[in-house]
């Protein structure tokens, strides 16, 4: 797989599943960057609210693609035969934090789910 591609899907699953601190107004919790991006889109609200939004999108956003340039700068001086082995290791890793109940927060209360059920409760 082409280092391209392989940093892309790597950006994707970081999107999916990895913990974003979301701050709105009243709400603070953990949410996945794609779920944030999907209730901006869906949305029908204040102009404000909106702005929230995309800031986090904007922020997390640039600091995964971040993420994503230094690690595959880092496989790149990985050997050969090892290099997918760790790329692999590294996603795994990624779609392994999901399982952990540390998304969503509520106005007063707080109910700890993993991602996977976040996104089946869409």
Do not use: R
Request: hydrophobic share 55%; aromatic share 14%.
């Amino acid at each position: 797989m082409s280092q391209v591609i392989c940093k892309w899907a790597l950006f994707l699953c970081m999107v999916a599943i990895l913990p974003c601190f979301y701050f709105m107004v009243v709400v603070g919790g953990f949410l996945p960057l794609g779920l944030i991006i999907y209730s901006t889109l869906l949305m029908d609200e204040s102009v404000i609210i909106i702005v929230i939004h995309l800031l986090h999108v904007l922020l997390y956003g640039s600091l995964f693609y971040f993420i994503c340039k230094l690690i595959m700068k880092g496989l790149a001086q990985v050997p050969g035969g090892l290099k997918m082995a760790a790329y692999l290791g590294i996603v795994l890793l990624i779609l392994g934090c999901g399982f952990l109940p540390i998304y969503g927060a509520g106005h007063n209360s707080v109910e700890w789910v993993n991602v996977y059920e976040l996104y089946t409760g869409l």
